[in-house]
């Protein structure tokens, strides 16, 4: 009976993209609209699992106003973890914009990494310190929605990337 040798990784980077191989063939988008506090609880109810990624983020658009949130761990079992934000008066095409990265990635390279370089070269994020890792999707995505629960109309994409 052989051995097999595994070769480890050498960079943080190879070491993200070998555990984001899986994941890069299982992105998800969940979109949600309507009044602040059903888009809460419709947040709420995604899957707790969702929030166990290494990299997911939530887009919300409000009537003149708008926030997008990157939720990042360095690994898949650090418990803490970073989140990035940006504001603006509306999303404009950014939800369309990080799709069609999705897509043309076609599961090649980690989705996380993918859609953090498109984000970091058109919009600017600023990075929050290390804190813990949310661990329900309730958890992850309330604060944001508070900060649109005097807004009568609101939409809320989710991507679960890696």
Known sequence: MSEKLL?????TTEVRAAACTPAA???QTHAFYGAPEKVAENLA???DSLV???????????????????????SFEDPEGTIASWQDDNLG???TQ??????????VHCPGEQVRATLDQSHDFAVGSPEPAPKTAAEA????VEGFKDHTFIQATVLVLC
């Open 52 to 74: 166990q990624r290494r990299v997911y983020m939530v887009m919300i658009q409000g009537e003149g106003r708008a926030e997008a949130r990157v939720f990042e761990r360095f």
């Open 98 to 107: 990080l799709t069609d990265v999705i897509v043309a990635n076609k599961g």
């Open 45 to 47: 109810s995604l899957p």
């Open 7 to 11: 070769t480890q990784p050498e960079s």
């Open 93 to 95: 095409d950014l939800v």
């Open 25 to 27: 063939w299982d992105c």
């Open 141 to 144: 995505f309330r604060p944001v």
